[in-house]
C-alpha cells in the first residue's frame, strides 16, 4: 500500500513538473515572438537565466490562477455571466502582470493588450496538457473525480446514505426530433447515443405526442409539474388581467410554476433531493441553477445565476468557454454567409447580435449546465433534469435537418459521453434518461411566402390599415431571452415588460405568434369572443383567415354550436364532432383531442390560427422569423423522443386487467395517491392506443421510475415550509409586477 501511495505522489508531482515546464516554454516561446512581451534576467539577458525568468515567472502565474482566481470571480458575483465571461481574459492578463512583478528572479514586461494575450495562451496550453496527462491516465481521473465528490459531500454534509438506490439523469436535448435523433444516430452522427440503441442495446428509444403547444413552456411544466393546463402557446393574452404571458420571461414562469402547484397539490418532479439546471422551472429541486423562474427574485434566494459563476470560478473552464465562444461566433458568421452566396432557400436573416445568441447557446450555456450536472452527479443526488438549448437554437435559424444544426448535434453528443463517463466515478449508479421536450418543423416564414406578416393579414381582414412594408416578428428561439434574462438576473434588475407584455381595452387586435400557431385576442371585450361577435363586428376577418392558402384552420367559439374548427373552402365542424379528418386531416393522429383540450383552456384565445402542413414535404409556415418552427400542428414539432434504460419500466406498459395501467394510474384519468386527475378526462389517461401522449404523461412515467428507484417523491403537504405558499407568494410578486409595468 505504501509502495502504491509512492507511486500516486510520484505520478502527481511528475504531471506538475510537466504542466510547469510547458508553460515555462510557451512563456519563452512567446517572449521570442511578441515585440511587446519581453523576459529579462536580473544581471543581463543570458538564455539561461532568462529561461529561469520564465520559470519562475509561470510558477508565480499558475500557483495565483489556483489561490486566487476563484477569490476574484466570488468578488464579481454582481457581474452578469456574459461580461464575466468577457472579463476572463482581462483578469488573466492582470494576474500575468502580478506574477511578473512579485518574482525574485529577473523581470518581466507587457502591454496591457500583450499581457491578456499571453496569459490567454498560457491558461490554455497548461489545461490542454493538463487535461492530456489525466486523459492518459485513467486512475488520475478516476482518483480525480472521487476526490471532487468527496469535497462535495464534505462540503453538504452527506453521509451517503443513498448509495445504494440508483439515482437518474434526466437531460432534455432541447427541439430534438425524435426522426432527427434517428437519423443523427444511423448517419454516425451521435456514437455515444448510438451505442446505447447498437447491438447489445441498453436503452430503448420512444416517441412521444406533444400537446397542441408544442413548445418548451407547455411540455417542460407538464414534465416538471404534472401539468401545462391552461398553457394554450409560447405566448398568449390574459383578457382578465390585461397581460400577456410568454413562456421563457421570468415574471411569467414564476406565475405559470405557482399555478401549476396549486392545481396538483404537488412540488414537482423533483422535490426529493433533487436539482433543476438550465430549465424554464424549478420542478420543486432544492437545487437550482440557471433556472428562469426563480430570476425574478430579489436578494441572496436567487440562485439562478449561481451555475455560471461556480464554473468560472476555474480559470480553465473560463477560458477553454470563452474561446469556444469566440470560435462558435466566427463559425456562425461563416455559415451563414455561407448559405448566402449559395442562396439557401429557405432563409432567414443571422445577423446582428445573432452570433452572439447562438454562441451563448451552443457554448456557455451547454458548459456550465453540463458541468453543473457533473457536479450533482458527484454529489450523489438523487434526480438531476437539465436542459440544453443549444439545438433548438440553431435549428430555427438553420433549419432542423441542415449541417450547422446536426454539428451541434455531434458536441451534444460528446456532452452526453461526458455525462455517462463521469457517471461510472458517482457515489451511486445513475440512470441516464434523454428526451426532448417537441420537435421543429421545417419550412419557410409566412411572411417570406406570402409578403406580408399573419398581423398585416389580421388588419386586412377587419379593414385597418397595414403598413407598406411587413413588420417581422420577433423570434421566439428559448436562448435568445435566456441570454438577456441572465444578464438582468444577474445584475440584480426587475424584468420589464415591454410594448408587447401589455395591451388596453380598446386597442387593435392583439395578435401573437408561437412558431406555426397564431393568437388573436380583443382586449375590449371581457369575455372570450363567439364567432357571431366576431362576424358583426369584422364580417370578412374569419372568411380571409380559412381561405387564406398559407392557414391550416382556425379554432374559434360558436353560440350556436359550441366551439369550431373552420378549415377551408368553407369547411366547418364542431368541435364535439371533430376526428383527425376533414380540417385536420395530416395534422398527425390525436390532433382533434389535442385541439378540445386546448379548447377548455380559460385563456384560449378569440381565434387560434394554424398554419398550413404539407404532408409531402413535411413544411409548415412559422408566423415568426423561423425556417425551423414548433408551436402548433403540423409535421415532426408534435413528434418527440424518450430514450430511457432498459432496467427501467416499458414507458408505456400494457394495461392491466383491473382497467389500471402500471403506474397505478386508472386509465380514465384518476388519480394517483389521492391527488386527483387534471380533469381531463381519458386524454390525460393512458396515452392513446399504446402511445406516450402528452407532456402530463411523461411526467407520470418519470415520477413511476424515481419510484422504482427509491421510493416516490414527497407530497406537497407533507414538506416543511409549504412549497405551496413560498410559490404563491413569489408568483403574485411577479404578477404585481407584470401588473404594475
Not at 466570488?74 to 472579463?87: C, F, Q, S
Not at 499571453?118 to 488520475?140: C, E, F, N, P, Q
Not at 440512470?431 to 389580421?458: K, M, N
Request: hydrophobic content about 40%.
Amino acid at each position: 500500500m505504501l509502495q502504491g501511495r509512492w507511486r500516486t505522489t510520484g505520478r502527481a508531482l511528475l504531471r506538475v513538473i510537466v504542466v510547469w515546464a510547458v508553460s515555462s516554454l510557451t512563456m519563452l516561446v512567446l517572449a521570442g515572438i511578441l515585440p511587446d512581451f519581453r523576459l529579462q534576467s536580473g544581471d543581463g539577458e543570458s538564455i539561461t537565466k532568462v529561461a529561469l525568468t520564465a520559470a519562475w515567472g509561470a510558477g508565480a502565474f499558475g500557483l495565483l490562477s489556483a489561490l486566487v482566481w476563484p477569490l476574484l470571480v466570488r468578488a464579481l458575483l454582481l457581474v452578469p455571466a456574459l461580461v464575466l465571461g468577457l472579463l476572463v481574459f482581462f483578469l488573466n492578463g492582470s494576474l500575468l502582470l502580478f506574477a511578473l512583478w512579485i518574482i525574485p528572479v529577473g523581470q518581466g514586461a507587457a502591454n496591457a493588450e500583450t499581457a491578456v494575450m499571453v496569459a490567454a495562451v498560457m491558461s490554455a496550453v497548461a489545461s490542454a496538457t493538463s487535461t492530456g496527462l489525466a486523459v492518459g491516465d485513467d486512475d488520475a481521473y478516476r482518483r480525480r473525480l472521487s476526490r471532487l465528490a468527496d469535497r462535495r459531500r464534505r462540503r453538504s454534509g452527506e453521509d451517503g446514505r443513498h448509495a445504494g438506490q440508483p439515482g437518474t439523469v434526466f437531460l432534455q436535448l432541447d427541439g430534438v426530433g425524435h426522426r432527427v435523433l434517428e437519423d443523427a444516430v444511423a448517419g454516425g452522427v451521435m456514437p455515444h447515443v448510438a451505442a446505447w440503441l447498437g447491438e447489445n442495446p441498453t436503452h430503448r428509444l420512444t416517441p412521444w405526442r406533444t400537446d397542441w403547444s408544442s413548445q418548451t413552456g407547455a411540455s417542460q411544466l407538464g414534465i416538471l409539474h404534472g401539468t401545462n393546463h391552461d398553457v394554450p402557446a409560447f405566448r398568449w393574452y390574459e383578457k382578465d388581467s390585461g397581460r400577456i404571458m410568454v413562456s421563457n420571461r421570468p415574471a411569467s414562469a414564476a406565475v405559470l410554476q405557482r399555478r401549476a402547484i396549486e392545481r396538483t397539490g404537488d412540488g414537482g418532479l423533483l422535490t426529493l433531493d433533487g436539482a433543476s439546471r438550465g430549465n424554464l422551472f424549478s420542478g420543486g429541486a432544492d437545487q437550482l441553477a440557471l433556472v428562469l423562474s426563480i430570476a425574478a427574485r430579489r436578494g441572496r434566494a436567487n440562485r439562478s445565476r449561481a451555475g455560471y459563476f461556480a464554473y468560472f470560478s476555474d480559470p480553465a473552464n473560463a477560458v477553454r468557454t470563452v474561446v469556444s465562444f469566440v470560435a462558435d461566433v466566427g463559425r456562425e458568421i461563416g455559415q451563414s454567409t455561407r448559405a448566402r452566396l449559395r442562396g439557401d432557400r429557405p432563409r432567414v436573416g443571422r445577423g446582428g447580435l445573432y452570433p452572439l445568441i447562438r454562441a451563448f447557446a451552443t457554448v456557455v450555456e451547454r458548459d456550465v449546465v453540463v458541468a453543473a450536472v457533473l457536479g450533482d452527479m458527484l454529489a450523489g443526488r438523487t434526480a438531476v433534469y437539465a436542459d440544453l438549448v443549444a439545438y433548438d437554437e440553431v435549428a430555427h435559424h438553420s433549419g432542423p435537418h441542415s449541417k450547422d444544426a446536426l454539428q451541434v448535434l455531434r458536441r451534444l453528443d460528446r456532452s452526453v459521453g461526458l455525462i455517462a463517463r463521469a457517471a461510472e466515478h458517482a457515489p451511486r449508479t445513475y440512470r441516464i434518461v434523454l428526451l426532448s421536450d417537441h420537435g421543429q418543423s421545417p419550412g419557410a416564414t409566412f411572411e417570406r411566402v406570402y409578403g406580408l406578416t399573419i398581423r398585416d393579414l389580421v388588419r386586412a381582414g377587419c379593414g385597418l390599415p397595414v403598413p407598406r412594408r411587413a413588420q417581422r416578428t420577433k423570434s421566439g428561439a428559448e436562448a435568445r431571452d435566456a441570454a438577456r434574462h441572465a444578464v438582468r438576473s444577474a445584475l440584480h434588475r426587475p424584468e420589464r415588460v415591454g410594448r408587447e407584455e401589455t395591451a388596453e381595452p380598446g386597442s387593435d387586435p392583439v395578435v401573437l405568434a408561437s412558431g406555426n400557431l397564431a393568437l388573436i385576442s380583443f382586449p375590449d371585450v371581457p369575455e372570450r369572443m363567439s364567432r357571431e361577435q366576431i362576424d358583426r363586428r369584422h364580417p370578412a376577418l374569419l372568411r380571409t383567415l380559412a381561405s387564406h392558402p398559407g392557414i391550416g384552420f382556425l379554432l374559434v367559439r360558436s353560440e350556436e354550436h359550441g366551439s369550431v374548427v373552420l378549415g377551408p373552402g368553407g369547411a366547418e365542424v364542431p368541435v364535439g364532432e371533430l376526428d383527425d379528418t376533414g380540417p385536420l386531416a395530416h395534422m398527425g393522429p390525436g390532433a382533434a383531442d389535442a385541439v378540445r383540450r386546448t379548447d377548455s383552456f380559460p385563456h384560449v384565445a378569440d381565434i387560434m390560427v394554424n398554419s398550413m402542413y404539407d404532408p409531402a414535404t413535411g413544411q409548415v409556415h412559422a408566423f415568426e422569423e423561423q425556417i425551423g418552427s414548433h408551436g402548433g400542428l403540423g409535421g415532426e414539432q408534435s413528434r418527440a423522443f424518450l430514450l430511457s434504460p432498459l432496467v427501467l419500466s416499458a414507458p408505456v406498459p400494457a394495461p392491466s386487467e383491473d382497467g389500471r395501467d402500471e403506474d397505478g394510474r386508472d386509465e380514465d384519468g384518476g388519480g394517483e395517491d389521492g391527488q386527483g386527475g387534471d380533469g381531463e378526462g381519458g386524454r390525460d389517461g393512458g396515452g392513446d392506443g399504446g402511445e406516450l401522449v402528452g407532456a402530463e404523461r411523461v411526467h407520470r412515467v418519470f415520477r413511476r421510475w424515481l419510484r422504482e428507484g427509491g421510493g416516490p417523491q414527497v407530497p406537497l403537504g407533507t414538506l416543511s415550509g409549504g412549497i405551496a405558499n413560498a410559490w404563491s407568494t413569489e408568483a403574485q410578486t411577479a404578477e404585481g409586477e407584470l401588473d404594475s409595468a
